[in-house]
């Protein structure tokens, strides 16, 4: 299930993002900004690695969809530009999704190991020796 308040959060961080660090710094500023809310909604949803990288990669889509939408708006909805907005569309909006996806894998790593548990798609070593104490007094 998605977790629509933690994702709007993030899209909204995302955007405002991209066009600050974007403004100071050109091309690197927009993927600093993706992993940043990348990273604050893989932290926020907290469940697994998987959430996590599903919520980022939602945010990451959002934000280049939105980015689009702005950078049409802002040309004046010109008929002339939107030949260049769909090439521009195809190559953002998959480096977005990466981005996103890759900020909410880590946010959902530090959100784990912050609490101290094991990420779920993990064993963890404090299990296996519950396990073998168990075994030692059945013998």
């Not at 500023?29 to 697994?48: D, E, F, K, R, T």
């Not at 990288?53 to 708006?73: C, D, R, W």
Request: hydrophobic share 50%; charged share 15%; proline share 3%.
């Amino acid at each position: 299930m998605i977790d629509q308040k933690n994702t709007i959060i993030g899209v909204v961080l995302a955007v405002v993002l991209v066009f600050i660090l974007g403004m100071v710094i050109p091309f690197v500023g927009g993927i600093i900004a993706l992993i940043i809310a990348g990273i604050v909604v893989g932290y926020l949803v907290n469940n697994s690695l998987k959430t996590g990288a599903m919520h980022g990669t939602l945010v990451g889509f959002l934000t280049g969809v939105i980015y689009i939408f702005v950078a049409y708006a802002y040309s004046g909805f010109s008929r002339e530009i939107v030949g260049g907005l769909i090439i521009i569309y195809l190559v953002l909006i998959p480096v977005y999704i990466l981005l996103g996806f890759g900020g909410g894998i880590i946010g959902a790593v530090i959100k784990a190991r912050q609490k101290k548990e094991p990420l779920p798609d993990e064993v963890s070593k404090t299990e296996n020796s519950k396990k073998d104490e168990e075994k030692k007094d059945e013998n």
